[in-house]
Structure formats: structure tokens, C-alpha cells
């Protein structure tokens, strides 16, 4: 999922309790079936915009869905949003198909994370 434009939402993962009856939800809603499953996480791609869901907040322990910029430089946009004021609370990581990932908190504690394809 790449596009010339950067820093735009394209993804945003909801934590779930129950990841079967969630999916269930979210492909009624979608109107399509998950593109990708497995025990730890649930995705759906519409439209260049995709949809996670994670079980129990996953290792990160979300407590609300988190919107994800993609970024061409998540390294760069890191260090830009802790000089104006965000907190790390996810250095940046590779969760698998050279896609880094990495959360910030602003001032207001709300989670915003950000997102890197190699």
C-alpha cells in the first residue's frame, strides 16, 4: 500500500476482545472478507485505506484505535513531532515485510502512530 503522497492516515487498528466476533463486525460493515488472519491480527484493505483489528491491544497494550500516518522517513518524523512537543511511546520497529512502526503521545496523552514501508 504505497502512494506518492506522505504523511496520510491510510490505517488505523482497533483493539479487540473478541477477535472472532469483531471480524464478523467489521466484514458486515466493510462488506468484504479479511485480507489478511492470523491469531494476532485481523486487516481489511478498501480502497487504500486499511483496517486492523488487535486482540487485547496487542503488545502494545491499545486501549483505542490509533490512527497511522505513512511516512516516507519515520525516523525524521519522530524527531519533528518530539521537538514540537510529542512524547515516544513506540520507537520505531519492524513488525514484519520491512514495515516500521512507531507511536507518539501529544501533549493530551492521545496515541498517534506512524508508519513506514521499506
Do not use: C
Not at 485480507?35 to 491499545?62: A, C, K, N, R
Request: no cysteine; hydrophobic share 40%.
Amino acid at each position: 500500500m504505497t502512494d506518492a503522497s506522505p504523511n496520510v492516515i491510510r490505517t488505523v487498528l482497533h483493539p479487540v476482545s473478541d477477535l472472532s466476533k469483531a471480524k464478523a463486525v467489521y466484514a458486515a460493515l466493510l462488506g468484504i472478507p479479511p485480507q489478511t488472519e492470523s491469531p494476532y491480527y485481523v486487516g481489511f484493505d478498501v480502497e487504500g485505506q486499511h483496517i486492523g483489528l488487535v486482540p487485547d491491544g496487542g503488545p502494545q497494550g491499545m486501549t483505542s484505535p490509533v490512527a497511522y500516518w505513512h511516512v516516507p522517513d519515520i525516523e525524521a518524523k519522530l524527531a519533528e513531532a518530539a521537538a514540537a512537543g510529542a512524547t515516544v511511546k513506540e520507537a520505531a520497529h519492524d513488525v514484519g515485510g520491512g514495515r516500521l512502526v512507531a507511536t507518539v503521545t501529544d501533549p493530551d496523552g492521545n496515541v498517534l502512530g506512524l508508519l513506514q514501508d521499506r
